[in-house]
Structures are given as C-alpha cells and as structure tokens.
C-alpha cells in the first residue's frame, strides 16, 4: 500500500507551482522504482514520471517538457512530484504508484505498477 501525504492539490492559477508527496504504507519501499500517472476526466490513466529506487535515472512522459520534477527521500521513504509552470491540461487526479518488481524502472503503462495512492485533484484555471 501507497499513501498520499499532504499532496498539495487543489484549485490553482495558470502558471502556478505545486509539490505532491506520497508515502509507502505497510511496504518498505526503499528498493522499488515509483511513478506518477494522472487520469484526466473521461480518460484512461496515463504515465506522468517514474524514478529508481535509488533516485537515478528518472523518466517522464513528453508532454511534461520539463515542467515536472520527480524525487524521492529514501531516509522517509517518500516521493514527491515538483510541478511547474501548471496549465489547464494538466488538470486532473494524480495516482503515486509502486511497482511489483524491484531495483527497476517499469514500463510507463498502469499494468506495471502493483500499489496506487487514492488519488489527489489537481484544477488549474483562470
């Protein structure tokens, strides 16, 4: 189990900056790569990040162009999504995620990923 800490979603303006952070709960998952996907309204969940286990490499979809930061604090276990410069596309709820296999970075496809925080919603508008 993943869970969500202090997300930091909510209603923002364009242009506006927000950290989500996700704790591990009743798994130490210190040796396991994590990601990020989002589910827009009437749409699948898609891949946003992923990073390694031991924060290093990182991967992000195209769409991010650099926006997004993913971290991780292996000594408290959790992982953070830095989000900047947000627009009204990335509206949305946003999932942390924990794989099933260790010591990689899975696919970016939810089918890869075994444990998911409940979600948090980000709104960004005008």
């Known amino acids: 189990q993943v869970h969500l800490v202090k997300s930091g979603g909510g209603v923002v303006q364009p242009g506006a900056s927000l950290r989500l952070s996700c704790v591990a709960s009743g798994r130490d998952l210190r040796s396991y790569g994590m990601g990020w996907f989002l589910q827009a309204p009437g749409m699948g969940r898609e891949f946003v990040a992923a990073i390694i286990s031991r924060g290093v490499p990182t991967k992000y979809a195209d769409y991010v162009k650099g926006r997004f930061i993913i971290s991780r604090d292996n000594d408290k276990d959790t992982l953070y999504l830095r989000m900047d410069s947000l627009s009204p596309n990335d509206t949305a709820v946003y999932y942390c995620?924990?794989?099933?296999?260790?010591?990689?970075?899975?696919?970016?496809?939810?089918?890869?990923?075994?444990?998911w925080g409940q979600g948090t919603q980000v709104t960004v508008s005008s």
């Open positions: 995620t924990a794989p099933r296999q260790a010591y990689i970075i899975p696919p970016p496809v939810p089918t890869a990923y075994e444990l």
